[in-house]
């Protein structure tokens, strides 16, 4: 693959959205070797409780094991590949039994017991064989409850890999008085007909948000303005969607951060300090638990989206969180999924919640329309007669660097798409010299 | 091998018979843990003493909402429910708290106003596919009449056309239907999606 001939500073070759040669190369160099989320240690409380999921094309399990330890597992049977756990998730009791020839292993994968063994007597298939156990992810490690796996045995540590973004977790959690959230046992899945990369590029595109969602934004800011008048106030979940039809000016104020690895945050948030009973509750116990100034600074942290590339979005103060996991060139699962903050009113929670399901839900008001842009998207990229190149050059050279850290002086500069191409291009490189 | 010696080595053998209360897997380390399916908790409705009339007159209602999404009549839609009215689509049967767990559809009717606002805006851009649904609702069963309230179970069964693709969704209403001067008026309309929690291709647009 030639890079060079793929990404300038300023655009990028429509095929490294269509592809499959470019698209298998980042299963196998970028997915199936960094750092991706698992899921929550809450979402296996008991032993033998599992999720499922994908590691780049590998079928993966995460169990809870008899130590309380959580393990990743390769979700397939030694003997004759068979995946274990056919379900997305459920408990397996204290081993996971195949079902075909009843082969069985320990939770941490160990062989447990193979019916005649007699059978292998001589072969080379030995107990001790490692080939004879589910093979665990290469490396598993996880930050504040969130498990990640890397399968490669070499790389950075999950907190090199992570680098700021971790604030991500950290302002997710550190909006809990006890420090702490857990999962919403409910997972979403909306399949994108569109590369991944569309979905990683919108979410710190600022200047997509006045147009894309401008038939949800409109409606929601007069019925919020009509409740306004009518009774003084009105829900903090209509914000949430009037917010989305603001004007170019105020996106362009907001500021994105894009940090090394392609990972970044678009600041700003929507306004959720309000002054009602629930919430002057809420902070006050956030003092309590922090003393005044630290407490200030967990609630002002200006966020709106904090991006874990090349597949995370995470939405921390709502606690909110979007997980990609590619198919095909042309498409993605995406995996939503809701925290709870520990020890805070359930008001708290309940007005997160509405965001969750007005937004991230499968009937959302916003992102019906991003997947019709991304879906149009894939199929423009399609065309070779009417333009190879991407654009990437608003506000190109406009931007500031520091130690690394890319800082947009626009909210809406194209810094996010180059930052990402940048780490996407180290990825692909690294790969060609190995 | 000829067919002399094919019958000879068929000609002998064992006959598998099945040993009551133990399988293979139990036989060589038994943990007797079940790993198929859990008990359903899909709701069964009861069945209320009614009269043929106000069986009739529930299931034309309920014939008649459904037209109404097809025909994309969301104000009459929208309509049909009373001031404080709710639809709302939770994520499993069990969920009891529209307002205090995950949903896929949980408004009132202001937020049914919203979503409207949005379908009828010029630029919805996701609405310039072409794209309908096709309602067939049946199963219809009056769960109670007390003075003024009738509870009525039926399912649904939605196709939805968006430019080539086709999608079927189905699953069951349950109205809680309050008699009116304007006839009758959904006060919740509780929908239980079957493949609510199925991946989806692209997303929900419109109410089900």
């Given amino acids: ?434 | 091998m000829s067919t002399t010696q094919m019958g000879k080595v068929l000609g002998t053998g064992v006959v598998i018979e099945a040993v009551e209360s133990m399988t293979g897997a139990d036989s060589i380390a038994p943990d007797h843990y079940g790993r198929g399916a859990r008990p359903s908790t899909q709701y069964v409705p009861d069945v209320a003493n009614v009269s043929s009339a106000l069986q009739r007159e529930v299931e034309t209602w309920l014939y008649r909402q459904a037209a109404l999404l097809d025909a994309r009549r969301w104000q009459d839609w929208i309509d049909l429910f009373t001031d404080d009215g709710v639809y709302w689509m939770p994520v499993a049967p069990e969920q009891t708290d529209w307002l205090g767990e995950p949903s896929i559809f949980a408004e009132d009717r202001l937020l049914m106003e919203v979503r409207m606002g949005r379908l009828q805006h010029p630029n919805a851009w996701s609405q310039a596919a072409s794209w309908g649904t096709n309602h067939l609702v049946g199963n219809v069963i009056v769960e109670s009449e007390q003075a003024d309230t009738v509870h009525v179970y039926s399912r649904f069964q939605a196709m939805e056309l968006r430019r080539d693709a086709v999608r079927h969704f189905g699953g069951s209403y349950r109205h809680t239907l309050v008699r009116t001067p304007a006839g009758l008026r959904v006060k919740l309309q509780r929908v239980d999606l079957m493949n609510g929690q199925a991946a989806y291709d692209y997303v929900i647009q419109a109410w089900l």
């Fill in chain 1, 1 to 434: 693959m030639n890079l060079s001939a793929l990404i300038e500073p300023d655009r990028v070759h429509r095929s490294v959205y269509t592809d499959p040669a470019i698209f298998d190369a980042e299963i196998e160099h970028i997915f199936e070797k960094t750092w991706v989320y698992c899921g929550h240690e809450s979402q296996v409380p008991n032993v033998g409780d599992y999720w499922t999921m994908t590691i780049g094309r590998q079928p993966m399990v995460m169990v809870r094991d008899r130590d309380r330890s959580v393990r990743v597992l390769y979700n397939r049977c030694p003997h004759r590949g068979v995946q274990l756990c056919g379900n997305q998730r459920g408990n397996t009791g204290n081993a996971f039994v195949c079902s075909y020839h009843a082969w069985s292993f320990h939770l941490d994968g160990r062989m447990r017991a193979i019916p005649l063994m007699k059978g292998y007597d001589g072969t080379r298939l030995t107990p001790g064989n490692p080939d004879a156990s589910m093979r665990p992810a290469e490396r598993v490690d996880s930050y504040r409850g969130f498990v990640f796996a890397s399968l490669s045995s070499d790389g950075p540590s999950l907190a090199e890999f992570l680098g700021d973004a971790k604030v991500a977790f950290d302002d997710m959690c550190d909006r809990s008085p006890v420090g702490e959230v857990e999962v919403v046992p409910v997972c979403h899945r909306v399949v994108q007909h569109s590369n991944w990369k569309f979905f990683m590029e919108n979410q710190l595109d600022s200047l997509h948000p006045s147009v894309t969602h401008q038939s949800t934004g409109v409606p929601a800011r007069r019925i919020e303005s009509r409740l306004k008048a009518e009774r003084g106030s009105a829900p903090l979940f209509f914000h949430y969607l009037s917010a989305f039809a603001s004007g170019f000016d105020q996106w362009d104020s907001v500021q994105t951060v894009n940090l090394p690895r392609g990972h970044g945050v678009l600041k700003a948030y929507m306004g959720l300090r309000p002054t009602d009973p629930d919430t002057l509750e809420y902070e006050a116990l956030m003092k309590r638990a922090y003393g005044e100034e630290q407490a200030e600074a967990f609630l002002s942290r200006s966020i709106h989206h904090v991006l874990v590339y090349p597949y995370l979005s995470v939405q921390s103060p709502l606690q909110q969180l979007r997980c990609l996991r590619p198919i095909a060139p042309d498409r993605t699962l995406s995996e939503i999924w809701h925290f709870r903050l520990k020890g805070v009113p359930e008001a708290i929670y309940r007005r997160a919640l509405w965001y969750f399901n007005l937004v991230n839900s499968p009937s959302t008001l916003i992102n019906a329309d991003d997947l019709e842009n991304w879906t149009k998207g894939q199929w423009g990229l399609q065309s070779s007669k009417a333009g190879d190149w991407v654009s990437f050059h608003r506000h190109f050279g406009g931007d500031t660097e520091r130690d690394g850290v890319l800082y947009s002086n626009q909210g809406t500069s194209e810094v996010v798409m180059r930052s990402q191409f940048r780490a996407w291009a180290d990825y692909m490189a690294r790969a060609a010299r190995a």
